[in-house]
């Protein structure tokens, strides 16, 4: 049985989730990453057409919401979308709801 406590981290978890969804920038993110499956900083920065400073200030939030993850070699730092993140916060918040996954 879920305790109070267990459902305020959730919900929690589901506002960093929507808050990083809330910007078009990070969507546009999101989307080129979906497109190319792994890009660079200044991969996206082209993808997006938007200055380095930026697009680092939404990768960081996009990271803190779960839902890209990062690999480095060496100073070089490689972006993806993280899909089962994404779906398992989905799913999550569809919980919450009490609904069921309906693919979308």
Do not use: N
Request: positive net charge; proline residues 2%.
């Amino acid at each position: 049985m879920e305790t109070s406590r267990d459902t305020e981290a959730r919900l929690r978890q589901l506002v960093c989730f929507f808050y990083a969804l809330k910007d078009p920038v990070r969507l546009r993110i999101l989307i080129a990453l979906a497109r190319a499956g792994e890009m660079t900083v200044t991969e996206i920065v082209e993808a997006v057409h938007l200055a380095q400073p930026l697009v680092s200030w939404h990768l960081a939030r996009l990271r803190a919401a779960a839902l890209v993850r990062v690999t480095r070699d060496g100073r070089l730092a490689r972006y993806a979308l993280d899909v089962d993140a994404l779906e398992r916060q989905w799913a999550d918040f569809l919980s919450m709801l009490q609904l069921s996954h309906q693919g979308g």
